[in-house]
């Protein structure tokens, strides 16, 4: 198995809501896609997918997909840059969960709910600076 995670499915409770958000945010979704909303990321791309197929696809019952204690994050490349995405984010809709701050470790981050209910971090790690096409990677690029 190669080391990548080519498409990250979001199961949402409302599709037109879940994408007007991330449409907000300045992405823009794949055309002519049919039950499923993309978003060509870097490398990856992001799906909006409705809650019930995703557990109808796995054959779970909705409340057994629970609640996945993880975040998205976003790494921006300047430290200021985390206050002004999270302001983005929260006109666009979301809840700011934590505003943008220094972390132990040399960062700057913060964090939001989107209305999809999934949460993101957006960081700044000066330890891991963004290719030029924003791409990351954890220990930068040479």
Not at 37 to 49: K, N, S
Request: hydrophobic share 45%; aromatic share 12%; net charge negative.
């Amino acid at each position: 198995m190669d080391q990548r995670i080519s498409l990250i499915t979001l199961g949402v409770p409302d599709m037109d809501v879940a994408a007007a958000f991330y449409e907000a945010l300045g992405w823009r979704r794949v055309p002519g896609q049919e039950g499923v909303i993309a978003f060509d990321l870097i490398e990856q791309t992001l799906g909006l997918y409705p809650l019930e197929n995703l557990a109808r696809d796995m054959g779970l019952p909705v409340g057994d997909l629970g609640h996945g204690a993880m975040t998205l994050a976003y790494n921006v490349r300047a430290k200021q840059e985390v206050a002004t995405l999270l302001a983005t984010a929260e006109t666009a809709g979301a809840t700011i969960l934590k505003s943008a701050h220094d972390v132990f470790w040399g960062g700057h981050i913060g964090y939001f709910r989107a209305p999809d209910r999934c949460i993101w971090e957006v960081a700044y790690n000066p330890y891991a600076p963004l290719a030029a096409d924003g791409a990351f990677r954890w220990a930068g690029y040479d």
